[in-house]
């Protein structure tokens, strides 16, 4: 096909279209080499201002036409691949190539036709150069995390997680996304599997005091947005997580005040923070349940007054909490305290030896 003319300047999104609809009418040898020109920022895609697997991409297909392009696309990379292109291209354009190549299997995520062969590249470990400053390798991960038919790459992100992987690059939070990502079972992620990457992930930020809180609490929204039903619920089920897998302690500020609370006919099932959960227990009686997570939290039935000073309490928190311009989990800890000892206005005897109490609580700790 020849370069792009004055018409593929002035209409570059029909001039595109025009040349994939010829693509797609290509055999398939034909269709392999134009490809690889293509990726390599020739022909109709030489001057793209981006990477040329975004001008292949594209956005102007819809529909069936969208899947069948999508489709076609995966079927030629499958032949690229199984070509060994990190050994056979020329090198004047391998690692373009490569970095474009790799990046529009991440893009399309097709794993039945992508899995089996980005898996033989990873395994043949021939993949060692950089495109740009960046390790092809880089790239062979996201698309392996994004293609995946089975769970066979659980043990490479169990690696990957623990920092034992040797040949492919990757660090705990990438670990977590390819777990995240294996194939889900009844419309549910591999939950066992889940709460060991997000301990892995938790170790690897601690030392990041500043963003710490915001990095892991994006990793829990990625959960819930791919998966907005958790087996019981979110909240339940991680607390249930970092319980089992020993999460570091300062995870507990990446949750809302109490982690998790069921209301069903004026009585609260709850996950309750030690402190407030020892202060509802001195003032109004209420049986402590299960220990969770090396005794930070407490299962407990909330009721009659204990049920009115815990939604006090949140109701305060969440006004001083939502005051902060920087949210940080330190900053989380000292508006806790700060809430019980100085927001909370108690209007029972009861509610004020629970205040007490958490406050005494909450002295411990610091």
């Not at 050994?87 to 995520?109: M, P, Q, T």
């Not at 996201?142 to 660090?171: F, V």
């Not at 996950?271 to 407990?300: H, N, Q, S």
């Not at 206005?345 to 610091?366: D, G, H």
Request: proline share 6%; glycine share 6%.
């Amino acid at each position: 096909m020849s370069v792009r003319s004055s018409s593929g300047r002035d209409n570059p999104s029909a001039w595109r279209s025009k040349a994939i609809e010829g693509w797609l009418k290509q055999p398939s040898q034909p269709r392999v080499d134009q490809l690889l020109r293509w990726l390599a920022g020739r022909d109709e895609a030489a001057g793209f201002q981006a990477e040329p697997y975004q001008w292949v991409l594209g956005n102007a297909e819809r529909g069936a036409k969208k899947v069948d392009l999508h489709r076609q696309l995966s079927i030629t990379i499958r032949e690229i691949l199984d070509g060994e292109p990190e050994l056979n291209l020329e090198k004047s354009r391998r690692d373009r190539v490569l970095y474009n190549l790799l990046s529009l299997c991440g893009a399309l995520a097709r794993p039945l036709e992508l899995d089996p062969p980005l898996t033989r590249m990873y395994r043949r470990e021939k993949l060692s150069t950089q495109y740009e400053g960046i390790d092809l390798r880089d790239r062979l991960r996201a698309a392996m995390i994004a293609n995946q038919t089975d769970n066979s790459k659980l043990e490479l992100w169990r690696r990957m997680g623990r920092g034992t992987e040797n040949y492919l690059p990757g660090d705990p939070v990438d670990a977590f996304f390819g777990v995240l990502l294996l194939p889900p079972v009844k419309n549910m992620p591999l939950v066992e599997e889940l709460g060991p990457a997000f301990n892995w992930t938790a170790k690897f930020m601690e030392s990041d005091f500043d963003r710490r809180r915001p990095r892991f609490m994006g990793l829990v929204n990625s959960l819930k947005q791919m998966f907005p039903e958790g087996p019981r619920s979110w909240d339940h089920d991680l607390i249930d997580m970092a319980d089992k897998d020993s999460w570091p302690g300062w995870t507990l500020n990446c949750f809302d005040v109490v982690p998790f609370e069921e209301r069903s006919r004026g009585k609260v099932e709850a996950y309750v923070p030690r402190p407030l959960a020892l202060g509802i227990r001195d003032g109004f009686g209420v049986r402590l349940g299960r220990k969770l997570w090396e005794e930070r939290i407490y299962e407990m039935t909330l009721n009659n007054g204990a049920l009115k000073f815990f939604d006090s309490f949140k109701e305060s928190f969440e006004k001083d909490w939502g005051r902060l311009p920087f949210q940080s989990d330190s900053a989380r800890g000292v508006v806790f305290r700060a809430t019980m000892r100085y927001s909370l206005k108690p209007n029972s005897a009861s509610a004020k030896t629970a205040q007490r109490t958490a406050c005494a609580e909450y002295r411990s700790e610091e």
